[in-house]
């Protein structure tokens, strides 16, 4: 591990994946501790929605980060997801208010936002939007992911490829159209 | 079974074009313990582990960036992480000292 670090004097981001139980969040903790004793400001992040750090780290670092060791350059956080969930209900909410209105359809609306919320990929996308949105504040000089097992992970890692790809389609399917 | 869905983990996260690193080994008991007089039980673990590791050698060869012991306790609390920290990057934190 001390090899890979040192042939990578840029790397800032780690993610810890894996089965779940084989001790990805021991391993995040262990290596952001390292990080942080290097000197270096590190934020050790779980991007589970099952989180354990705060029984791990025997501290509550629930939608907060707080430090975690004396060093004060140790971190950690587990996003919470429930404000930006929220938000995006509103806003589907308001979106289909208004095709509701447009349509002259009387049904409520929160049927129709409970099925669009209500599967897992939301929230996962939720978990998406608030990681990339910790890299980009940049507050840090290091950051170690712990993630959910596999499955998720990969659907959460792979969100930007899938978003990538849903913007490309429709980038073409305008230019089709502008034709 | 943990290496075969690890290969397969690996193989999800190539199609989606996630780079992986490496990986690191958790758990290992001290093969050590094998020269003592020990219960049979963990003397078959131990036995089970030593094959286990050549297969994980064989399958992950030099993608394999650290080993670490199974602890003496559960991992929780800063001083029991920082033993991990020192047995994932040892030859580091080992230097300066």
């Given at each position: 591990?001390?090899?890979?670090h040192?042939g ?8 810890f ?5 084989v001790?990805?969040t ?5 290596a ?11 934020l ?8 354990s750090?705060?029984?791990l ?22 996003i ?6 929220e938000?995006?209900?509103q ?9 509701l ?15 669009a919320?209500?599967n ?8 998406f939007e608030n990681?990339?949105d910790?890299?980009?504040k ?19 890692l ?8 849903w913007?490309?389609?429709?980038l ?7 034709r | ?8 983990a690996a193989?999800?996260?190539?199609k989606f074009d ?5 990986y ?7 093969l050590?313990?094998k ?10 673990r ?12 064989t ?10 012991p ?7 609390g ?7 920290a020192?047995?994932?990057f040892?030859?580091v ?5």
């Open positions: 591990m001390e090899k890979f040192e990578s004097p840029r790397l800032k981001y780690i993610f994946g894996g089965k779940g139980g001790g990805k021991v391993m995040a903790a262990a952001a501790l390292w990080s942080a004793k290097q000197g270096k400001k590190t050790l992040a779980s991007t589970n929605p099952v989180h750090l705060s029984n780290l025997e501290k509550d670092v629930f939608g907060k980060a707080a430090v975690v060791c004396d060093e004060d350059k140790c971190y950690a956080f587990e919470d997801t429930r404000d930006t969930i938000r995006s209900k806003e589907i909410r308001e979106k289909i208010n208004w095709f209105n447009f349509a002259d359809i009387t049904t409520k609306a929160e049927d129709f936002i409970e099925s919320t209500m897992p990929a939301f929230e996962e996308s939720a978990m990681m990339v910790l890299m980009f940049d507050e840090y000089d290091f950051y170690v992911f712990d993630t959910a097992p596999t499955a998720n992970a990969r659907r959460l792979g969100m930007s490829k899938v978003y990538s790809l913007v490309e389609k429709m073409k399917s305008r230019r089709k159209r502008n | 079974m943990i290496i075969k869905d690890t290969l397969k193989e999800l996260f190539a996630v780079p992986l690193s490496g690191i080994i958790n758990r290992v008991l001290p050590g313990l020269d003592q007089n020990i219960p049979e039980y963990l003397r078959n131990l036995i089970m582990e030593e094959h286990y590791l050549k297969v994980i050698d399958t992950f060869g030099k993608q394999i960036l650290a080993a670490v199974e602890m003496e306790r559960d991992v929780t800063l001083p029991m992480i920082e033993k991990m020192r047995a994932m040892w030859r934190l080992s230097s300066k000292q």
